[in-house]
Each structure stands twice: as C-alpha cells, then as structure tokens.
C-alpha cells in the first residue's frame, strides 16, 4: 500500500498520510481548514512490516483502505517535574 504524507502549515508536527497523491477531496471540509495548506513530503510503501517513528503501520493502513486519508497528530507534551509537581 502506498501513501503519500503531507504537512500542515498552520497546525506544527501534524501530517496527513494519503491513499492518492493530493486527493484532499478525502479530508473533511472542517479538517482541511484547520490544517491551512498541505505541502507533500515523501511518498512511502507501508507494508505491514514497516515501522513507523510516531504512528502503528496497522492502524496507518487500517484508516487509509477505509477513509483514504490519516492524521498525525504531534505528540502530547511531556511533563517535567516542576509541570508534574503543578498537576
């Protein structure tokens, strides 16, 4: 399965994985005007065994043979003690 990434320009550390090379007609309207502008990165086959830095490649391909699109989201924030000690 091929997917095509894109990143948003407006929302930092957030992709899009695609099914189809810029068939942003998949993204919800709301979605696509959250993200602002999407300019491509990569192209990339992920096969089951791929891995993946921040996402699982099952559930990757899971949401593009069923929706044609994914999001990734940035990573939550980690705590650091004096935020830990606040909470």
Known sequence: ???YIYKSQRKDDTFVYLAARDDFARLPET?????GDLTFILDVAL?????????????????????????????????TGDERADA
């Open 1 to 3: 399965m091929q997917a």
């Open 31 to 35: 979605l696509r005007s959250q993200l």
């Open 47 to 79: 096969t089951p065994e791929r891995r993946l830095a921040r996402e699982d490649v099952q559930v990757v391909r899971a949401n593009l043979a069923e929706r044609g699109f994914h999001i990734q989201f940035p990573p939550p924030p980690s705590l």
